[in-house]
């Protein structure tokens, strides 16, 4: 079992930043993949960013250029640096832990990021 715990959200003004940090407990694999997903009201979760633990990313086109994600040394540490913010970042945001071998996902609670105008 992850147990994921996330922090660093909050209210921002637009082109402000951000950083969102979330602490994995439990086991974690080398191949487990963590990433960052949001969900604003009334529409889809989605990916915003993702990263193994040999360091690839992949991002979402919205926020390329703007956000860096990376993982602690010890690789159970995730942050989504978050610049340039705009009004539609507004969302809360998830951290996940996808375990490809056994095909699960683990999620957090999930921190709310609102960007005004």
């Known amino acids: 079992q992850v147990q994921l715990v996330e922090s660093g959200g909050g209210l921002v003004q637009a082109g402000g930043s951000l950083r969102l940090s979330c602490v994995a407990s439990g086991s974690i694999f080398s191949i487990d993949v963590m990433g960052w997903y949001r969900q604003a009201p009334g529409k889809q979760r989605e990916l915003v960013a993702a990263?193994?633990?040999?360091?690839?990313?992949n991002y979402a086109d919205s926020v390329k250029g703007r956000f860096t994600i990376s993982r602690g040394n010890a690789k159970s540490t995730v942050y989504l640096q978050m610049n340039s913010l705009k009004p539609e970042d507004t969302a809360v945001y998830y951290c996940n832990v996808y375990r490809p071998i056994q095909r699960s996902d683990y999620w957090g609670q999930g921190t709310q990021v609102t960007v005004s105008s």
């Open positions: 990263i193994t633990s040999g360091g690839s990313t």
